[in-house]
């Protein structure tokens, strides 16, 4: 899997993703630290620093708890689309940023740039040594959007089992990170051939949907040239 894994990995990186590190994850919370200030300082900076100038030494504990209630009140879906305000510090935030094709909307489109796509290899999302792990995590700003288990059917291991069975087996919707509608919000098993996607785990109960463009009027995708 490691090949397959890296390459898809640096194909994101080449096309504008940074890395994200282990070190930058709050597991109590599920969500890349990091990343997620500096999609604040790159796009809402006068903003943020009101409400450092408020909370002084504690700005990100409590901007980290503001956001997760509004998560936990409102689902991720909405909150993306929403303000995360603090009434307090007079403060409001946006999450991410949408692209628009409107001219005149030309400064959301320079906003939209500013989001901070991440991807981590071999993301090990329990706080404990023998984590178990998702090949493939893709954050934006900070916050989990998208798990993606690789196969290879040339090993043996298609997607359409083997991927699909390790979701349904190993990863707990219990957990914050695969909670529905709290963080990640798709489930990608994916092989050389085809890919199957789900929006909520629900252990044996998952339910998966095959993703893929078709090939001569039948299934699967078409052979890419190279």
Not at 61 to 70: G, P, Q, R, T
Not at 92 to 101: A, M
Not at 127 to 148: H, Q, T, W, Y
Request: net charge negative; hydrophobic share 35%.
């Amino acid at each position: 899997e490691n090949p397959f894994r890296d390459e898809i990995f640096d194909y994101l990186i080449r096309h504008g993703y940074v890395e994200s590190k282990k070190q930058d994850y709050d597991f109590k919370h599920a969500i890349d630290i990091a990343k997620l200030f500096e999609f604040l300082e790159a796009t809402q900076k006068e903003e943020l620093q009101k409400f450092k100038d408020y909370y002084k030494d504690n700005y990100k504990e409590i901007y980290i708890d503001l956001l997760c209630k509004k998560i936990e009140n409102r689902g991720l879906k909405a909150a993306l689309g929403e303000w995360v305000e603090d009434y307090a510090s007079n403060t409001k935030f946006s999450l991410v940023y949408f692209r628009t094709g409107l001219l005149a909307m030309s400064d959301n489109l320079s906003l939209y740039e500013k989001n901070v796509f991440s991807v981590r290899r071999e993301f090990a999302y329990e706080d404990k040594e023998d984590s178990f792990r998702v090949d493939l995590a893709i954050f934006i700003n900070g916050l989990p959007m998208i798990m993606i288990e690789l196969k290879k059917q040339t090993a043996g291991q298609k997607a359409g089992f083997e991927g699909t069975k390790q979701f349904k087996n190993t990863r707990n919707p219990e957990e914050l990170v695969f909670s529905f509608n709290k963080r990640t919000l798709a489930y990608f098993a994916v092989d050389e051939l085809v890919a199957f996607l789900t929006t909520r785990l629900d252990k044996q109960e998952t339910k998966f949907l095959p993703f893929n463009q078709g090939d001569n009027d039948g299934g699967g995708n078409p052979v890419a040239e190279g």
